[in-house]
């Protein structure tokens, strides 16, 4: 399985994104899924994670009730729609996969490319 995340690009504050991470291979449904991020300079950070029937998410404390994660199963694809954005969003955004639970953690088996997210005040 491969991953490919998608959907970055330049918004103000308070706008609205939606990234994708669309994978490959017929297994997906059995992927856990995470959404993490980095800013220059800092360390990846956890930011949202779902479970692989989409029954179970998790979310950072610093992005909850305003990010959303879903999956799509037949589409083999995961969401994060991104609410109320703030300038320290701005991040490349990466997702990655898991058959085992990894939690917030970066032991992920599977990573997929960044896409860059800039929120401008």
């Known amino acids: 399985v491969q991953l490919q995340a998608s959907g970055g690009g330049l918004v103000q504050a308070g706008g609205s994104l939606r990234l994708s991470c669309a994978a490959s291979?017929?297994?997906?449904?059995?992927?856990?899924v995470a959404w993490f991020r980095q800013s220059p300079g800092k360390e990846r950070e956890f930011v949202a994670s779902?479970?692989?029937?989409?029954?179970?998410?998790y979310y950072a404390d610093s992005v909850k009730g305003r990010f959303t994660i879903s999956r799509d199963n037949a589409k083999n694809t995961v969401y994060l729609q991104m609410n109320s954005l703030k300038p320290e969003d701005t991040a490349a955004y990466y997702c990655?996969?898991?058959?085992?639970?990894?939690?917030?953690?970066?032991?992920?088996?599977?990573w997929g490319q960044g896409t860059l997210v800039t929120v401008s005040s």
């Open positions: 779902i479970s692989w029937s989409g029954g179970s998410t």
């Open positions: 291979g017929r297994t997906f449904t059995s992927y856990l």
């Open positions: 990655a996969g898991d058959k085992n639970y990894r939690g917030s953690r970066l032991s992920y088996e599977l």
